[in-house]
């Protein structure tokens, strides 16, 4: 038997598990629903020999002296910085909207006294949210301002969640803002890369620890049962008096007792091209064109060698969790009432002081990479460390 379960191979259960496995030298049983580890972050070569991230691309970036350190233990960097263009008005242009893109998109004769409008009142070097820009006085930053939003923002947004920009919460919105600057890397982070060998590679190394007892192609109710109105859980049909570490859903473990908390989905079509590139950068956003809203091809984020070329066109859709090819919660929805619902599971888990609820899933916030495993630091060294 275990004193220590997680739940989840992804960022947050691996590593959690791997603090248990090698800091407190206990055995810990992970169990994973999925047929490999390594949650959304994981990649393979497909059949032509690309390395591709099958949920999508996932690219490393942290401001955390930390999270860098601790990550650069299982794996070595290919340093990279990503570099985002923008389809609009039929140019190719840098996302975020920056000052060059001003340039590039804007006459001269425009483009020149709106960039010394913008540094006089917002600075240089500054990320000023699209939405903040729009409640602007200035008649030309307004105008400005109702460009940036219909060319960039507003399409994208509503084929990325499906509603408009004003009915999300505004930590969405401030993801997406007017760079007053000329660097066109898509990250400012200090530390950025990609792991050499691939993300799978960390996560195989993240659990090989003789401690870990990994179960793949496992639901977690196969083997623990839990008793959402007593607070008890019982593991392999025995009464389970440990920590259980959780980054699944969080509605799901209470059984949907308040109902479904809302996420978007994400379906993906791959593509090999026989060329050794297509693109001039990793990313281009096609704001508003087509169904997609993104294209990104692989070797340029892993400075993989190859004659050909693989891209992944990625198309947001609804997330119905019983519905095949739907039933990936990719993003959970920021919205007042959402969180209202979470807030609700989250007072109910309170009911388990020895279950921690960490992550994207669980927590039903959008965590990057190395947000997720600052996280997942902070619980061990917080909670679990005694």
């Known amino acids: 038997m275990f004193d220590y ?134 008649k030309d930053l307004k ?46 982070d200090a530390y950025q890369g990609m792991p050499k060998e691939g993300y799978t590679k960390i996560f195989e190394k993240l659990l090989s620890h003789s401690n870990i007892k990994l179960m793949l192609n496992t639901d977690y109710k196969e083997v623990i049962d839990i008793d959402v109105k007593n607070g008890k859980i019982s593991l392999f049909g025995q009464e389970f008096k440990g920590i259980l570490v959780y980054t699944g859903k969080i509605d799901e473990f209470f059984n949907y007792e308040f109902g479904d908390l809302p996420y978007r989905s994400l379906r993906f079509e791959f593509e090999n091209i026989q060329k050794e590139f297509v693109q001039p950068v990793g ?39 019983n519905v095949k090819g739907k039933d990936i919660p990719y993003y959970p929805i920021p919205k007042k009432e959402n969180l209202e619902l979470y807030a609700r599971y989250k007072e109910r888990a309170r009911q388990f002081p020895h279950v921690f609820f960490v992550g994207r899933l669980a927590e039903y916030r959008y965590y990057d990479m190395d947000a997720v495993i600052a996280r997942a630091l902070t619980v061990f060294n917080n909670k679990i460390l005694r």
């Open 5 to 138: 379960v997680v739940v989840g191979a992804g960022f947050a259960g691996a590593v959690i598990a791997e603090r248990i496995a090698t800091q407190l030298n206990e055995k810990v049983l992970v169990i994973e629903k999925r047929n490999h580890i390594g949650g959304n972050a994981y990649d393979y070569y497909d059949e032509n020999g690309i390395l591709v991230h099958k949920y999508g691309p996932h690219i490393f970036h942290t401001r955390s002296r930390e999270v860098w350190d601790y990550l650069s233990q299982f794996t070595d960097w290919h340093l990279y910085h990503h570099h985002v263009l923008g389809s609009i008005d039929g140019k190719k242009v840098p996302i975020p909207f920056n000052l060059n893109t001003l340039h590039e998109l804007l006459p001269e004769s425009f483009a020149r006294p709106l960039e010394e409008k913008l540094v006089s009142k917002f600075g240089y070097n500054v990320k000023v949210p699209i939405l903040k820009l729009r409640e602007t006085d200035d």
């Open 143 to 188: 105008f400005l301002a109702d460009f940036v939003y219909e060319k960039v923002f507003l399409n994208y947004t509503t084929k990325q969640w499906g509603m408009k920009p004003e009915e999300l919460d505004p930590t969405v919105t401030g993801r997406v803002p007017v760079y007053i600057s000329r660097d066109n890397r898509y990250f400012q």
């Open 283 to 321: 990313t281009i956003n096609y704001p508003n064109e087509y169904q997609f809203t993104r294209i990104t091809e692989f070797k340029h984020l892993t400075g993989q060698e190859h004659s050909s070329t693989t891209i992944v066109k990625e198309y947001p859709q609804g997330y119905e969790r």
